[in-house]
């Protein structure tokens, strides 16, 4: 497994500002991903982010709204721009260990647009 | 394409009782399945999974078995404590790829 941890774990934010959200794992991994869970809903990707290359973007997501960086193999950061209302949510990264084929996230970060 | 269709909720059990949440997937090739648990207040945790046909993923008292004949994945717990009170979400990873697919989540609580 990993241990991974994010920060902040929660935030309120103003209409039209930005947060990066940190994402700091124990051990290197290639494979990072970042996920959105928004109120009382599951988990949709957002992106994957490897080491060494752009971050490639799910459907509906773009990079100038959650631009990612991924400096090394066991950091990682999401931003969320110009944040409005509707980016309330919960913002989860999660690593895939070599050969485990299996995600281990972090606790998250609780972020409110007011 | 891959989905995860994932029994509604809310559930509500007395201790002790018996638990299923029902899970199905539809996906191409052989994936992996999952099933993580979100307690409150907390990230998702991975509480078992499996990754090839007839396989018995299982933690804390869970099972879960992978039918591919049903195309299945159903979780089971045969006596629920208060703390298993979490939402449970059921996963699969499609062949080849990382991208996991979540069902919508099963809120269970357990009153004593």
């Known amino acids: 497994s990993a241990v991974i941890s994010q920060k902040p774990s929660r935030d309120i934010c103003q209409r039209g500002t930005s947060l990066t959200i940190q994402c700091q794992v124990d051990s290197q991994v290639t494979m990072m991903f970042w996920y959105r869970q928004q109120p009382g809903q599951s988990l949709t990707l957002i992106a994957t982010?490897?080491?060494?290359?752009?971050?490639?973007?799910e459907s509906g997501f773009v990079i100038d709204k959650f631009p990612i960086s991924r400096p090394n193999l066991t950091f990682s950061t999401l931003t969320v721009s110009n944040m409005s209302p509707e980016d309330s949510s919960i913002y989860l990264c999660?690593?895939?260990?070599?050969?485990?084929?299996?995600?281990?996230f972090g606790p998250g970060t609780r972020l409110t647009v007011l | 394409g891959n989905s995860v269709t994932q029994m509604e909720g809310p559930v509500t059990l007395s201790e002790e009782a018996f638990l299923t949440i029902n899970c199905t997937y539809t996906a191409t090739g052989y994936p992996s399945l999952f099933w993580y648990v979100q307690y409150p207040g907390e990230g998702l945790q991975l509480l078992l999974k499996?990754?090839?046909?007839?396989d018995k993923g299982s933690n804390k008292g869970f099972e879960a078995t992978y039918r591919k004949e049903t195309t299945s994945f159903h979780l089971e717990k045969g006596s629920v404590q208060v703390s298993d009170s979490a939402v449970y979400f059921c996963?699969?990873?499609?062949?080849?790829?990382?991208?996991?697919?979540f069902g919508t989540g099963t809120r269970l609580t357990v009153i004593p």
């Open positions: 982010a490897n080491q060494g290359s752009e971050a490639t973007y």
């Open positions: 996963a699969l990873s499609g062949t080849g790829a990382n991208n996991l697919f």
């Open positions: 999660s690593v895939e260990p070599y050969s485990t084929d299996t995600q281990y």
């Open positions: 499996a990754t090839k046909a007839d």
